[in-house]
Each structure stands twice: as C-alpha cells, then as structure tokens.
C-alpha cells in the first residue's frame, strides 16, 4: 500500500511579515530553512521513494532541503504545478486580515474554492498514478488542505476565520496514508 506524506514548506518571508503569498515568489526564511532540515532529518526514516514539488521556491527549496538530508538527488524531485498555491487574485501579496473561508471566492481574480478541490482531486489522481510507494508532496497550505479533503475521509476543507484545527503548519511532514 501506498505512503503518502505531506509537508507545507518551510516559514516563507511573506508568512513571517503577514501577508497573502498565493501564486507570487517570496523566499524561505532563515526559520524556515532551519524547519526543512529539520524535517529532512525525520524524513530518513520514511524511506521515500519519490518527493513531488510545486514550483514555487518556497516549497521547491523545501523539498531540495529535505532531499539532501536524505541523500535523495535533488534532480530527480518531480516538479509539477498541479500543486501551487491557491491564486489569492487581488489579495497577494497583501497584508493578511482573517475573513470566512467562503468569502474568498468573492476576491476579484482568485483561484475559486470549487476550483481548487478539482485540481486537488487531478492531483491525489497523478499521485495514484505513480509507480512509488513512498511519496512526499511539498506544497502549500490551502492547497495542501485542498487535498487533504480528497485523502481523508469526512476531513473539511473550509473552516471558519481563525479556526487552527484545519491549518497546515509551515514544516512539518505529515502522514496522510
């Protein structure tokens, strides 16, 4: 049976100053470098056969950091833009202010919620695909709650303003199968 692990990159300089990153470039933070080791370092024991990235260099970093503390070749991480962040349209790159999850599909030119579960979907879809018994998705926070919706059951995807219950942390690897 297939492992699949899930890790939101690491503090990105956009989480740190507060604000929506969305589809826009922003760097790891030095904290952030120091959560993808970190979790680098517990990742050797999950004897991965394959890290997935989205191409953003906040999570493509991530994986790259992680794949040197396993010995992984940074070459072979499978890049792929089914799994960037949700488009935060007109908000990115704006200062973060906490509003309904369903109040996000009313920002002009985002991503929609309906949207994103059906790339989420496509992707835990190509992950199935794969020949790999051990893979490590490297994404994004909403993108990554995105799929988890679609991997564990009766798991939801909107959560009210707020609500931490449902939130990825930055750096942590997750087992999710």
Do not use: C
Not at 21 to 40: C, H, I, M, Y
């Amino acid at each position: 049976m297939k492992k699949l692990y899930f890790i939101r990159h690491g503090l990105s300089e956009m989480n740190k100053s507060g604000h929506y990153a969305g589809t826009v470039e922003t760097p790891l933070s030095e904290e952030g470098r120091k959560q993808a080791k970190l979790a680098g370092q517990k990742a050797r024991t999950m004897d991965l056969d394959l890290i997935v990235s989205s191409p953003l260099s906040r999570a493509l970093e991530t994986a790259q950091i992680i794949a040197e503390e396993i010995g992984y070749h940074k070459d072979k991480i499978l890049v792929d833009a089914i799994f960037i962040e949700r488009s935060w349209g007109d908000w990115e790159g704006k200062p973060f202010r906490p509003i309904r999850e369903d109040e996000f599909d009313a920002i002009p030119n985002s991503e929609r919620s309906e949207d994103l579960i059906i790339r989420a979907d496509k992707a835990l879809r190509f992950l199935e695909s794969l020949p790999a018994q051990h893979i490590l998705v490297v994404s994004h926070g909403t993108f990554g709650r995105a799929l988890r919706h679609h991997v564990i059951e009766d798991m939801p995807f909107v959560a009210e303003a707020g609500d931490e219950k449902l939130r990825l942390p930055n750096g942590e690897i997750i087992q999710w199968i």
